[in-house]
């Protein structure tokens, strides 16, 4: 037979996208319909053809965004206009698979699992026989399954590198390979925002604004404070972007993010979140309970905000700037050093105005893009005004807290000489308008704490800052 006569079957899950169609609906499920998770169980016990076919219709996925293969894509367009027929062959709900063929346009035929039948591995392999015939079809695959399929193939097509590629050999005649490059420890740290974890040093900021950070115990629990909030941060940055790949795959710059792009599996995302939160308990429990309960509030409250509060427009900015003052709370409960009033009221209005930065920006950035509103948020491009006098007024009342607080007794008892300190604030009056200046000119990154850091000026203003705090003491 020629290659025209032969049809050509392709997988779907990892092969024609670089993810998992069942985890995707599984995700949506959380985030669409949260009061189907008790029921997952009983469903699994139907089988997993049913499972799929039930997750499938409680939650849809927008097969637009899918991260496809775009080599391979192009190569089966290739193969389209030579006259070949091409086959959808999943293991997938043909519901999803379905909607994926419609998408697409490429495909001739659409051959998955109907909620009985579950095409996976020797399943898919008898339904492709008893519909080609033994050596009647070429197969594109991507992983250890798909060896049975190969061997009733005509030839393999592989979507991969190293060992799936000699699995195929030993079973099938390659016609073609898609080579794959496995994530590096970049994409991981890429993955888990290690440069996020600049902001939990704020659990530092208690003992050493409390000038006992050099202690020796202290500063051991202050950085076994640092590391635990860091994995349980990469934790919830890791699900939060598992739950918001739909939106992320529609933004400008989200969309290159791992999970998002497909470079990472959500499989492998989901047991990385849990070793981390795993690590960060352990942490958390040799620390004390304070510390472990200010720990776990951190956790339940991202995941509200994750689910839904950051669907609520100012509340989620709100939220936000309470996840901050927590780790101030968190830093002082793993160093027993007393909360002070004036630390959680400033950092409260300040991480507020960062917050609308972030929130701002993203706006503006859907602008850029023709849109009206932002993906996944409670706001309109029209709330851009209101957003800049809240974000304005919040940044300008915690420099008047920062202001009360030098002009009190509590500072006085802490600083031998007080009147240099006043210099911080027209240091932090200049530093806040230049932040909103710039973030009304659009440029602003989605992240103003990410962007100090990189920021010469921000820079600048930091070491002065330190270099007041210290003629003071």
Same mark, same amino acid.
């Given at each position: 037979?020629?290659?025209? %006569?032969?049809?050509?079957?392709?997988?779907?899950?990892?092969?024609?996208?670089?993810?998992?169609?069942?985890?995707?609906?599984?995700?949506?499920?959380? #985030?669409?319909?949260?009061?189907?998770?008790?029921?997952?169980?009983?469903?699994?016990?139907?089988?997993?053809?049913?499972?799929?076919?039930?997750?499938?219709?409680?939650?849809?996925?927008?097969? /637009?965004?899918?991260?496809?293969?775009?080599?391979?894509?192009?190569?089966?367009?290739?193969?389209?206009?030579?006259?070949?027929?091409?086959?959808?062959?999943?293991?997938?709900?043909? !519901? &999803?698979?379905?909607?994926?063929?419609?998408?697409?346009?490429?495909?001739?035929?659409?051959?998955?699992?109907?909620?009985?039948?579950?095409? +996976?591995?020797?399943?898919?392999?008898?339904?492709?026989?008893? #519909?080609?015939?033994?050596?009647?079809?070429?197969? /594109?695959?991507?992983? !250890?399954?798909?060896?049975?399929?190969?061997?009733?193939?005509?030839?393999?097509?592989?979507?991969?590198?190293?060992? &799936?590629?000699?699995?195929?050999? $030993?079973?099938?005649?390659?016609?073609?390979?898609?080579?794959? $490059?496995? @994530?590096?420890? #970049?994409?991981?740290?890429?993955?888990?925002?290690?440069?996020?974890?600049?902001?939990? +040093?704020?659990?530092?900021?208690?003992?050493?604004?409390?000038?006992? &950070?050099?202690?020796?115990?202290?500063?051991?629990?202050?950085?076994?404070?640092?590391?635990?909030?860091?994995?349980? +941060?990469?934790?919830?940055?890791?699900?939060?972007?598992?739950?918001?790949?739909?939106?992320?795959?529609?933004?400008?710059?989200?969309?290159?993010?791992?999970?998002?792009?497909?470079?990472?599996?959500?499989?492998? =995302?989901?047991?990385? !979140?849990?070793?981390?939160?795993? =690590?960060?308990?352990?942490?958390?429990?040799?620390?004390?309970?304070?510390? %472990?309960?200010?720990?776990? !509030?951190?956790?339940?409250?991202?995941?509200?905000?994750?689910? *839904?509060?950051?669907?609520?427009?100012?509340?989620?900015?709100?939220?936000?700037?309470?996840?901050?003052?927590?780790?101030?709370?968190?830093?002082? /409960?793993?160093?027993?050093?007393?909360?002070?009033?004036?630390?959680?009221?400033?950092?409260?209005?300040?991480?507020?105005?960062?917050?609308?930065?972030?929130?701002?920006?993203?706006?503006?950035?859907?602008?850029?893009?023709?849109?009206?509103?932002? @993906? =996944? #948020?409670?706001?309109?491009?029209?709330?851009?005004?209101?957003?800049?006098?809240?974000?304005? +007024?919040? =940044?300008?009342?915690?420099?008047?807290?920062?202001?009360?607080?030098?002009?009190?007794?509590?500072?006085?008892?802490?600083?031998?000489?007080?009147?240099?300190?006043?210099?911080?604030?027209?240091?932090?009056?200049?530093?806040?308008?230049?932040?909103?200046? *710039?973030? %009304?000119?659009?440029?602003?990154?989605?992240?103003?704490?990410?962007?100090?850091? *990189?920021?010469?000026?921000?820079?600048?203003?930091?070491?002065?800052?330190?270099?007041?705090?210290?003629?003071?003491?």
């Amino acid at each position: 037979m020629t290659d025209a %006569a032969v049809p050509l079957c392709v997988d779907l899950d990892g092969t024609l996208v670089a993810t998992d169609t069942l985890h995707e609906n599984l995700l949506g499920l959380i #985030r669409q319909a949260p009061q189907s998770l008790p029921r997952l169980p009983g469903w699994l016990l139907e089988g997993k053809a049913a499972f799929k076919h039930r997750v499938a219709a409680a939650a849809q996925i927008d097969v /637009a965004s899918l991260p496809y293969r775009q080599d391979l894509v192009d190569w089966l367009k290739t193969q389209r206009a030579a006259g070949r027929r091409l086959v959808l062959a999943t293991a997938a709900d043909a !519901a &999803i698979a379905g909607e994926i063929a419609g998408h697409l346009g490429l495909f001739d035929e659409v051959i998955a699992s109907d909620g009985t039948r579950n095409l +996976a591995g020797a399943g898919k392999r008898q339904a492709l026989v008893e #519909r080609f015939g033994e050596r009647g079809f070429d197969y /594109a695959g991507n992983a !250890a399954p798909d060896e049975q399929v190969w061997k009733s193939a005509r030839q393999a097509i592989v979507v991969g590198s190293g060992g &799936i590629v000699e699995r195929a050999r $030993r079973v099938a005649q390659v016609e073609q390979v898609f080579p794959l $490059r496995r @994530p590096g420890p #970049r994409v991981w740290i890429k993955a888990a925002r290690l440069h996020q974890w600049v902001k939990n +040093a704020l659990v530092l900021v208690p003992p050493l604004l409390a000038h006992s &950070i050099l202690q020796p115990g202290v500063l051991v629990h202050s950085l076994l404070a640092f590391l635990g909030f860091g994995m349980c +941060a990469s934790s919830v940055y890791i699900v939060n972007d598992l739950l918001d790949l739909a939106a992320d795959r529609q933004h400008p710059r989200k969309r290159f993010r791992p999970f998002a792009s497909g470079e990472l599996s959500a499989g492998s =995302g989901i047991a990385a !979140a849990a070793l981390l939160l795993g =690590g960060a308990a352990a942490v958390a429990l040799s620390l004390n309970l304070n510390f %472990a309960a200010a720990l776990a !509030a951190y956790y339940v409250v991202t995941w509200a905000y994750s689910l *839904r509060l950051k669907q609520i427009a100012l509340l989620d900015v709100m939220t936000l700037s309470g996840l901050y003052t927590l780790r101030i709370i968190a830093g002082a /409960a793993a160093t027993a050093v007393p909360l002070s009033f004036w630390l959680l009221t400033f950092s409260m209005f300040i991480f507020l105005s960062l917050g609308i930065v972030k929130r701002y920006t993203e706006l503006e950035a859907g602008r850029h893009a023709g849109k009206s509103a932002s @993906p =996944g #948020r409670g706001y309109t491009a029209s709330d851009q005004a209101v957003l800049m006098s809240l974000g304005t +007024a919040s =940044g300008y009342c915690a420099i008047v807290v920062l202001a009360l607080y030098i002009n009190s007794a509590d500072s006085a008892q802490l600083y031998a000489h007080h009147k240099p300190l006043w210099l911080i604030c027209p240091l932090m009056l200049f530093w806040i308008s230049r932040i909103w200046i *710039r973030t %009304a000119r659009d440029q602003m990154v989605d992240d103003p704490i990410v962007f100090a850091l *990189r920021d010469r000026v921000s820079l600048v203003i930091l070491g002065l800052l330190a270099l007041i705090v210290l003629i003071s003491l």
